[in-house]
């Protein structure tokens, strides 16, 4: 092992010399100064090893499926790009963030229902493979929806997450998909068949489902107007990956595993929240053996608990406290972590006044500060977004999308008449880790100065050892130089590239002479090729 210091800062200066002539004024090229605030010294050590990262992704609801359906290929094709490509456009600039994880909403029939499903807005509501409770299946369904799951295949996605909000409408308690009670007794079992039928479909087809998340938020009453959503308690949580495991049992998907329960907020897996005994320490009552509706022991449960980070995400320090509580809880059970939705569900972010005083670069950086927490403090392997794409209404910027989408009739129009898209400062951002750091590669030790809450960084090591990702966020105002000691690696660094998320640049190598320069409020992505 090799200890190696590295002041990446470009200092390759270029003089242009051409003969003059009497009325000709020699100008010499050279780099303009780059103004340093301050300098901070880094050490990277890629022999102190930590979490595997299996990958990084979003959900397609609510709005893939329409677009998928109605928009025209160049538009599917753009936003398609956007989200998975891995390669580089002819001024070798990211075409995309090659997102590696992608997680397919399976519907639940309310779409049919129209306005009788009580869910007022219609790109809310979904279809359904199944048509009624008589065992049809019906391929055709949710097109759009499949349309960008072949994208995310063709691209090299590596795996696929069907996730549902609710069971079918005809398994549920009041027929509708926003149940707020546990399900009738004699729907589990057909709930798992269905959830076990959809994933044998989509295997068939070529895709790699790597889990199915049958629940979604459990803790939450989902009442009439808003989404789709179940209400589970533990005990019904319980009910359902047993029906579940079962039914994948019975079509030979040993494959396929369970992600559960995909919690609303931490807190609700190590204390009971603030919705009841009911639905909260769910580490000790469902993932911890002798627990009172223990899963652990299930033949699809992969060790793997999944959770929200909406609400809790607001302060360094409650991410801080937050994060480290989870993760004590589920490291001792033997557990590792996913974080499956987040985007900016609430208010009163501590990095500025409110919403309308924050710049689309700023909410990015708070994704990046959540993105620091769930990967270092809590150990996670896996990160995704909420919606991939959306609209943006109400004055939400860029709270609610990666990929903003405006319809023909403008932000307010009807979603199913063709538009226009663009990219958002959170897509790059997550690309600023998505598009590096591929499922394989291990965490490593980072040593900042701890009592810094305005930059901080990651570190990451490819699985053979050819190639160091270290990700940097700078939340303050100033530049900061970085001066990087690499210990622990094999070899040699052969090369390095720098590429930065900030106003000024989306996901962009940066130019030579600000190499090893923290812009002001920034991210970025050093890659280290190693020899």
Known sequence: MKRNRYFLFGFSCLAALSSCSDDETFVPA??????????????????????????????????????????????????????????????NNPEGIGLSMWRFNVGTGSYDQGDDSDISEAVKRTECFLSGDGG??????????????????????????LFSNSAPVYFTGNGRANNNTDLPEESYKKFGDFLATVAEHFQGQGYNISYISP???????????????????????????VALDGSLTEKGLSNT??????????????????????????????????????????????DIICGHSYYLDKTWDVLENTRMQV???????????????????????????????????????????????????????????????????????????????????????????????S???????????????????????????????????????SPEKDRLVVVYTNMTEKNIQIETSLEGIEGAVDSVEQLVTSESYDLEPIEHYREGLLPAKSVSTFVYSLK
Not at 69 to 74: N, P
Not at 405 to 412: L, R, S
Not at 426 to 446: A, C, D, E, I
Not at 455 to 461: K, Q
Request: proline residues 4%; charged residues 20%; contains cysteine.
């Open 136 to 161: 049809v299946y019906n391929w055709t369904k949710q097109s759009g929806q499949q349309y960008f799951m072949e994208k995310a295949k063709e691209y090299g996605c590596e795996q696929f997450v």
């Open 327 to 421: 993760y004590n809880k589920a490291v001792a059970q033997g557990l590792r972590i996913y974080q499956s939705e987040w985007s900016m569900l609430d208010e009163g972010y501590e990095d500025y006044p409110n919403y309308d005083e924050a710049t689309y670069m700023d909410l990015a950086l708070s994704m990046a500060k959540v993105l620091h927490h769930d990967l270092v403090t809590a150990s996670m392997s896996s990160w995704c977004y909420w919606t991939a794409v959306s609209t943006e209404v109400y004055s939400q910027k860029n709270r609610f999308y990666l990929v903003r989408v405006i319809p023909g009739g403008g932000d307010y129009g009807d979603i199913n008449e063709d538009g226009s898209f």
């Open 30 to 91: 050279y780099e303009p100064p780059v103004e340093i605030d301050s300098t901070l010294t880094v050490t990277v050590n890629a022999a102190e090893l930590y979490q595997t990262i299996d990958g990084f992704g979003a959900s397609d609801a609510w709005m893939m499926d329409p677009i998928g359906k109605h928009w025209s290929e160049d538009n599917r094709e753009g936003i398609a790009k956007l989200l998975f490509s891995r390669e580089r456009d002819n001024l």
């Open 423 to 461: 990219a958002g400062k959170t897509l790059w951002v997550l690309g600023n880790y998505s598009l590096f750091v591929r499922p394989g590669y291990q965490r490593v030790g980072v040593n900042l100065p701890k009592d810094s809450k305005e930059v901080f960084g990651s570190a990451y090591i």
């Open 257 to 302: 595993m369970m992600l559960m329960p995909e919690g609303a907020k931490w807190d609700y897996f190590y204390s009971t929240g603030d919705r009841g005994a009911a639905y909260g320490n769910k580490i000790d009552e469902l993932f911890t053996p002798g627990g009172k509706y223990y899963i652990g022991d299930l033949s699809h449960f992969p």
């Open 215 to 241: 629940i979604n938020e459990p803790e939450y009453e989902w009442g009439a107007g808003g989404q789709e959503g179940c209400r589970f308690t533990n005990a019904g949580v319980q009910k359902v990956a």
